[in-house]
Nanobody
Framework: QVQLTESGGGLVQAGDSLRLSCAAS????????MGWFRQAPGKEREFVGA????????SYADSVKGRFTTARDNAKNTVYLQMNSLKPEDTAVYYC???????????????????WGQGTQVTVSS
């Protein structure tokens, strides 16, 4: 069982930056790929970015590529999502999720992820 707790969301202006954190319980954090997903009002949940257990492999949605970066600190059981050059269309609830996947590169499909955090709101004003 893995419990995930996100933090770092908030209200910012377009062009600002935010860093989300996701702290995980358990002693085998490096055995999980970690993903970030978001859901805006009235829209389906969508993939944002993900990182493999070793931290080597990452993947990003085209909409955030070049602006968002995910990284992890396995010693702290924490994964981060650095969001730069934020846009109003980035407004959503952001979720981190854990996938028991040992491949170098993470999987992107949300149905592969077994554990989810409660989400943190990110609002970007224009």
């Amino acid at each position: 069982q893995v419990q995930l707790t996100e933090s770092g969301g908030g209200l910012v202006q377009a062009g600002d930056s935010l860093r989300l954190s996701c702290a995980a319980s358990g002693r085998t954090f490096s055995n999980y790929a970690m993903g970030w997903f978001r859901q805006a009002p009235g829209k389906e949940r969508e993939f944002v970015g993900a990182i493999g257990g070793s931290g080597v492999g990452t993947s990003y949605a085209d909409s955030v590529k070049g602006r968002f970066t995910t990284a992890r600190d396995n010693a702290k059981n924490t994964v981060y999502l650095q969001m730069n050059s934020l846009k109003p269309e980035d407004t959503a609830v952001y979720y981190c999720a854990a996938d028991r996947w040992v491949g170098t590169y993470p999987r992107l499909q949300d149905n592969r992820y077994d554990y989810w955090g409660q989400g943190t709101q990110v609002t970007v004003s224009s």
